[in-house]
């Protein structure tokens, strides 16, 4: 079993920046691969980044060059810094472990 808690969502304007943070607990085998998908209003869930235990990663299309994931494996915390926000990226965010475990979400909103 994998707990997940998220935070750092909220609302921002355009232009401008939020970090999330997601707390892994529970089978450290699980959690060597993590993950941020987000949901958008009326969309189906989409992956937006993913890190491995060796810190390599993939960032999606639409969010590159202006979303970075990154990890404290001494923590147990992954992390999704969002730079340059865009309305569009407004979504609720979920951080995934292993593919199988699922935070609660956190809500980011971005304003024009």
């Known amino acids: 079993q994998v707990q997940l808690v998220e935070s750092g969502g909220g609302l921002e304007q355009a232009g401008g920046s939020l970090r999330l943070s997601c707390a892994a607990s529970?089978?450290?085998?699980?959690?060597?691969?993590m993950s941020w998908y987000r949901q958008r209003l009326g969309k189906e869930r989409e992956l937006v980044a993913a890190?491995?235990?060796?810190?390599?990663?993939y960032v999606a299309d639409s969010v590159k060059g202006r979303f970075t994931i990154s990890r404290d494996n001494a923590k147990n915390t992954v992390y999704l810094q969002m730079n340059s926000l865009k309305p569009k990226d407004t979504a609720v965010y979920y951080c995934?472990?292993?593919?199988?475990?699922w935070g609660q979400g956190t809500q980011v909103t971005v304003s024009s």
């Open positions: 995934n472990a292993c593919g199988a475990y």
């Open positions: 529970g089978d450290s085998i699980c959690t060597s691969a």
């Open positions: 890190i491995l235990a060796n810190g390599s990663t």
